[in-house]
């Protein structure tokens, strides 16, 4: 995440972020799964304003800014009030500091929602680095994953601003050095999915495959064959509750890409290309045949 200071207010940068592996492990006994995921944040930003409210009371508001229409984007899906992660993670911090501060937050959306892409969870980490700061809580990064994990498996990768491995149910991030510039093309089609539901209509792998391979690929800027490795575990669920996984599946194979999975629970979908001009044209076609909301974008910190 990106973040500017001003007298008056903190402006972040918050990036949404890609699966470029991910493996469901076993089913645990609290319900979750276990996962093992590599996961890359892209220059794909939502923007959080905040600044202190003397008064004391937490006022939020939260406006679609995206490149196309809210439509077909899930904005209609994201909560404007209590719910919204944003909210959840500043009462969070005010309940674990114990502090009775207020704050005038406004959110600016640009990551689609509901589509594997990991912006709320990025919204409510940008949160929990606004307040610390703002309010001079004094926490560390690690401190504040440990209360990110309170507010969602993804919130914690979001902290630690780079790719990065994600296990557990993908609270434990170990950051990930020595990956160069990535480029995708990448869809929102019109239709999201819902990450619980995903994970119901899942099984655990029966042979799970170790991210190993796909790291090493990456590792070595062996572009082919990571192409090769990408994958997403979540994908035949994913599948069998929205048509367009198989429709944008079939779509990507048409290209010359070096690779493509879905990201996440879904329903967004990302091909992996040579350089920005092989994304840029990609994103070309794509939007030529109709499919959703297409961007080029590259991997960022
Ligand atoms: P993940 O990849 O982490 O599973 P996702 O990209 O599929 O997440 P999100 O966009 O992060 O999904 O949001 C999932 C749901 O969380 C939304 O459908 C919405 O109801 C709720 N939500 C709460 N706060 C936010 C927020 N700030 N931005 C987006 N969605 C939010």
Redesign the pocket.
């Known amino acids: 995440m990106e973040i500017r200071r001003s007298a008056t207010e903190l402006v972040i940068q918050t990036p949404a972020k890609l699966n470029l592996f991910f493996e469901v492990l076993a089913k645990r006994t609290d319900g979750f799964h276990e996962i093992e995921s590599l996961m890359c944040p892209i220059d794909l930003y939502d923007t959080l304003y905040f600044r202190d409210e003397p008064g004391g009371k937490v006022q939020f508001r939260c406006r679609w800014m995206g490149a196309t229409g809210p439509v077909g984007c ?1 904005f209609d ?3 404007d009030g209590p ?4 909210v959840r993670a500043v009462e969070l911090a005010r309940r674990k500091a114990g502090v009775q501060r207020g704050a005038h937050v406004l ?1 600016v ?1 640009r ?1 689609p ?9 990025s ?1 409510a980490a940008a949160a929990l680095v606004a307040a610390n700061e703002v309010w001079q809580l004094g926490r560390s990064r690690d401190q504040l994953a440990q209360w990110a994990a309170e507010l ?1 498996s ?1 919130v914690p990768f979001f902290l630690a601003d780079g790719p990065a491995v994600c296990r557990g149910r993908g609270e434990q991030v170990m950051p990930l050095i020595g990956i160069g510039g990535l480029h995708f093309v990448l869809v929102r089609p019109p239709e999201g999915l ?2 619980a539901a995903v994970y119901r209509a899942c099984r655990a792998t029966a042979q799970p495959r170790s991210v190993e391979p796909f790291w090493e690929a990456l590792k070595l800027g062996d572009l082919n064959k990571a192409g090769q490795r990408l994958r997403n575990a979540l994908q035949p669920a994913a599948a069998k509750l929205s048509p367009w996984v198989k429709r944008l599946e079939q779509e990507f194979a048409r290209l010359d890409l070096l690779g493509h999975a879905m990201s ?2 879904g329903t967004s979908y990302f091909g992996l290309c040579r350089h920005a001009r092989h994304a840029r044209r990609s994103a070309r076609r794509l939007r030529a045949s109709g499919v959703g909301t297409v961007f080029a974008v590259r991997s960022c910190r």
């Open positions: 899930g899906q994201v909560p719910d919204n992660l944003v959110l959306k990551i929602a509901a589509a594997g892409l990991g912006g709320g969870s919204d969602g993804d819902g990450t996440g629970s």
